[in-house]
């Protein structure tokens, strides 16, 4: 239940009550909660579809939120409206389809998901040899490839997920039990691809994954939307992809007279690649659609430096529709990813004001609410490769992904800390809240990969996916937190992601004060924020220290 209680400064939060009407930053910036919570509310309606691209639900976020960057008197970076077209086909295979791998018939959904993202009205292949190449990673760099002396063509790769550090967290292969891009599930169907195989499946197991099997049924079945390939790029995609669970994938290896278990131990090991002297017939309608889909920016212009700009990026999608379900058939997508949409529009109307107040940043502030992320962050891919500003230019990506509903916190989770000088900046302003900033409890799971940030980070933009914490600043969020976790336990990419009134927002507005602070910083200064040395993106953009 929110109660109505005086506004209290960042330096004093810690005497107020867990449920704060409003966040005020020592600038007196007010992040208002009612306003907040009804963007949430918003977004998440049941008259927004689960805003998936391309639908009814994503012409009405589009809407809003072009709406709400108008009242605010950003800028439209075409002159015309906020939004970027990205160039988008839709995907869709029958739920009838025949999955047969070995001897097994397979059933869809239930033991399989397969899809594909080819412009064919049927796919049907016969027979095709399937391999076992280990965790699907070819990384010069690691000295590991798991496609050695392997030709690929017409047989379908059967991949472990995650990486080997993960297995072997103190082998010192890979990053430890903190998860490398090896080891996500994009990864390894591009590699696929790469080594001209016809298709690829990834055995799911609930834990390297970080995902229950109900995330997989949900998220790669009905349509499933890519960005447009070039001809010569499509003509090399795999042809089938998706994901087996673990039981048929035991089975399988029991009938080729393997044992799952000893064989993944060695693929953890070392790089592995062994027939599995078994075939696939897989066969299913498909279908493809195109369509425009659109990221949403706008813009507030810096006094001095206005052609430097400090990006802000939150997904406004989420999955939409399934009409095969009963009963519910929405995902609605509250905490994923409308709360931080909203967060993002919040931040924005103090920016806004604060120029309207005759205290402009010497750099732009530009917002990105982007499409497609579920999808494989589709739409911050395309800004990347497609910028609006360019990217030399852009001096950071502070990203908001799911914000904290789950009360304040003494901690604050910048996920896979150590990458860059940017962090710096969050640090400072956590720290002006009595917080300690730490890196994310569960590094496995790859969460610097899992987002719009990603997309950024690998052209060499420093960019930041940070909020929340672990640590509840008191006994009653303590028992807050554990109530509420229970509620929305098997929430993520399912149905029952709804907006709830008795959300605690105020530790989710103090990570918003967190973003404001270190992004006014940065924007009134000269810096120009690296990578550390030993990060993947340490040679794009250095850092000038090394502390990390």
Request: net charge negative; charged share 20%.
């Amino acid at each position: 239940m929110r109660t109505l209680l005086p506004v209290c400064a960042l330096a004093l939060l810690s005497a107020c009550s867990q449920h704060t009407t409003d966040i005020v930053t020592p600038e007196k910036v007010t992040f208002d909660e009612s306003r907040f919570r009804l963007d949430i509310k918003t977004l998440a309606s049941d008259e927004f579809e689960g805003r998936a691209p391309t639908t009814k639900g994503e012409q009405l976020t589009l809407d809003y939120l072009s709406k709400a960057f108008a009242e605010m008197g950003l800028d439209k970076p075409n002159g015309k409206d906020y939004l970027q077209a990205v160039p988008m086909v839709t995907y869709t295979a029958s739920e009838q389809q025949s999955i047969q791998l070995g001897d097994m018939q397979l059933q869809h959904r239930q033991d399989v998901v397969i899809g594909s993202r080819h412009d064919v009205s049927k796919i049907d292949i016969a027979n095709a040899p399937l391999v076992f190449v280990g965790y699907g990673i070819n990384a010069p760099e690691y000295q590991w490839n798991d496609y050695q002396d392997l030709d690929m063509s017409g047989k379908i790769a059967v991949i472990l997920v995650n990486d080997p550090g993960f297995a072997l967290p103190d082998s010192g292969k890979f990053n430890g039990k903190a998860m490398t891009y090896y080891g996500r599930w994009s990864y390894k169907f591009e590699e696929a691809s790469r080594q001209g195989a016809l298709g690829a499946i990834i055995i799911h197991d609930t834990e390297p994954a970080s995902y229950p099997w109900s995330v997989v049924e949900n998220s790669w079945t009905g349509a499933q939307q890519d960005l447009v390939r070039s001809k010569d790029e499509q003509a090399k995609w795999i042809e089938v992809e998706g994901w087996m669970t673990l039981d048929v994938a035991t089975k399988l290896f029991d009938k080729a007279g393997l044992s799952l278990s000893t064989i993944s131990d060695r693929a953890a090991s070392s790089a592995i690649n062994i027939p599995l002297n078994q075939t696939a017939s897989i066969s299913f309608e498909n279908k493809a659609q195109y369509a425009n889909s659109y990221n949403v920016v706008a813009t507030l212009p810096g006094e001095s430096r206005s052609d430097e700009h400090i990006l802000f990026t939150a997904h406004w999608d989420h999955i939409g529709l399934d009409p095969s379900k009963d009963g519910d058939q929405i995902y609605n997508g509250a905490l994923d990813n409308a709360s931080g949409t909203a967060g993002i529009l919040e931040i924005a109307r103090q920016f806004a004001k604060q120029a309207q107040n005759g205290n402009p940043l010497a750099r732009s502030v530009t917002f990105v609410a982007t499409t497609g992320e579920e999808q494989g962050l589709l739409g911050s891919r395309f800004y990347a490769s497609n910028p609006v500003y360019p990217l030399d230019k852009t001096v950071a990506v502070f990203n908001l992904d799911s914000t904290n509903i789950y009360g304040r916190t003494t901690d604050y989770t910048i996920v896979g800390k150590g990458k860059s000088e940017l962090e710096n900046y969050l640090i400072a302003a956590v720290e002006t809240q009595n917080r300690t900033a730490k890196s994310e409890k569960h590094p496995e799971s790859g969460g610097f990969f899992r987002s719009d940030h990603f997309s950024f980070a690998k052209y060499g933009v420093p960019a930041v996916f940070a909020g929340g914490g672990s640590i509840p600043v008191d006994e009653a969020t303590a028992e807050y937190k554990a109530m509420m976790k229970q509620q929305m336990k098997g929430c993520y990419h399912s149905v029952c992601d709804e907006y709830r009134e008795n959300w605690d927002l105020s530790g989710a507005l103090e990570d918003l004060a967190v973003y404001y602070d270190a992004a006014a910083v940065l924007g009134n200064n000269s810096d120009w924020p690296g990578y550390f040395s030993g990060t993947e993106f340490h040679s794009l953009r250095p850092a000038k220290t090394d502390n990390n």
